[in-house]
């Protein structure tokens, strides 16, 4: 391809750009599958426009620079309306589609006679503009490859730590269950008027240690559980409580984490669940166990958008779309989305696989096993009723809604913890836990009640009322478990709770 032709491709450049810096700017919460349709079709779209200006204006040139201002209106519409939605203009809301669309109108009828008129001189910005895209392009590739050099690149190394040898011995399975944003009994009644009673008795039925008064280390995933697989406070400083890694290490912290590592060293398989967050995924642990493949493919490849393609519609023209209701009578509103997207039935789909698939681990290999599986529920979005009914939306007591969940999820969980039980014969460590509690709007004199989480541990073989204190910290969670079952001499730390960033630790009232 001579070097004037290969200039031409700018058009293309401008047009898949928009998906790749969606892309960097999302990069945490993407799964790689979810875009590419999002790429062809931009790249499909960006051809097809090109090649029919062409065929219009029978000039190359002037076909390539129309085609680049009419995908920089098209993909800019979305920008325009965030932008205006949070900025009014001589106190006109231009969000609306009475200013927006003819505020787009004229950006188009002043570039195109901007064209016209200097139709002569066109060709000689090819170049320019060629450069200009693939500048552009680096932009957005560079983040994209930056996050996960760094996934790959940041761990701690079991290396710092010395262990002691492991006597010949039978190793237990271990299952980590995380119920992401599940708060503890005490704050449910108090904040929530709910008794969570019954199911934990049921725990302590089949001999599960609750830790009645136990704290989250921190108040938002990101760190709790990178303290949690780490064994350690995420400050530098010994004097200081303030986090001191970044969110990108945080996230390396989490997939490359020295729990999984001691445990690879004696000699465990990793087995881990996927649960829809790319940051949360161990995609390189022995088995990892994806609801793709079954329904979840089919929905998310086939029948609607993924939560990608939903953004992407949303930054372009065709938000417009988005917003008309098809169906609108005073009980009911189904808008052009809710047709074409899915998420909440995907996430359901994958809780449930999940929740069906766990009590089955103990077959997949005859090796000792290491389980991850982080369940988001009874964090939103609140797809289940109390008696695991389907809901369309979130309803609008979110309060409610987020007990109606948990309540439903409380049976489940404690099917599963029997299945595994029966399973194992009883021989495996069964770890259940908040990462931080209930995700709603706390007060601000409420807001430390976050901190108060799930923590219960079945515990084959030994009595964790004398071992475990009512108090402790998903930071010392497997360093008790080393010490006990691996013959480790882990230090136990103190149990502090830090709410947002840098706060002083907090502790919680506690009524058991």
Known sequence: MGNKRRYLLYPILFGIYPVFNLIAQNIVEIQLIDVFRTLIASLIFSLLLYFLLHKLFKDQHIAAIFTTLLLIIFFFYGHFYFYFSNN???????????YLIPLNFIILAIGSWLIWKFKNSVKNLTPSLFVISIVLLLFPISQISQYYWSQSRNS???NSIELASLDDQLLPDIYYIIL?????????????????????????DEDFYIAQCSQANYSWTLPSLSSTLNMIY?????????????????YALIKNNQVRNILEIFGYEIIAFENGFN?????????????????????????????????????????????INLIENPNQAINFSDIVSNPREIHRQRINFILDNLPEISSISREPKFIYAHIVSPHDPYIYGPNGEILP?????????????????????????????????????????????????????????????????????????????????PVNTFRMIFNQYFGQNFEILPDLSIFGQSSPSVELPCEN
């Open 156 to 158: 701690l190394t079991p």
């Open 393 to 473: 939306e979130d309803p609008l007591n979110i309060e409610q809604a987020y007990i109606d969940q948990l309540n439903y999820i409380n049976g489940q969980i404690f099917q599963v913890v029997q299945q595994i039980k029966n399973n194992t014969d009883g021989e495996a460590i069964i770890i259940i836990q908040g990462d931080h509690g209930a995700p709603i709007e706390w007060s601000e004199s409420e807001q430390n009640a976050k901190l108060g989480i799930l923590n219960a541990i079945y515990l084959p073989g030994l009595d964790g009322t004398k071992m475990w204190h009512q108090s402790i910290s």
């Open 279 to 323: 940051w949360l995924h161990w995609y390189d642990a022995d088995y990892y166990l994806s609801s793709i493949g079954d329904e979840e493919s089919f929905l998310r490849l086939t029948l609607g958008l993924n939560s990608f393609e939903l953004l992407m519609l949303e930054t372009t023209a065709l938000r417009i779309l988005l917003d």
């Open 88 to 98: 009014q203009l001589f106190g006109l809301d231009l969000s609306r589609i009475r």
């Open 234 to 250: 995420l400050n530098v400083e010994s004097e200081s409580i303030e986090i001191a890694y970044s969110e990108n290490e945080m």
């Open 180 to 204: 992401d944003g599940y708060s503890r009994g005490d704050v449910l009644e108090n904040y929530f008027d709910f008794d969570n009673s019954e199911f934990l008795q049921n725990l302590e």
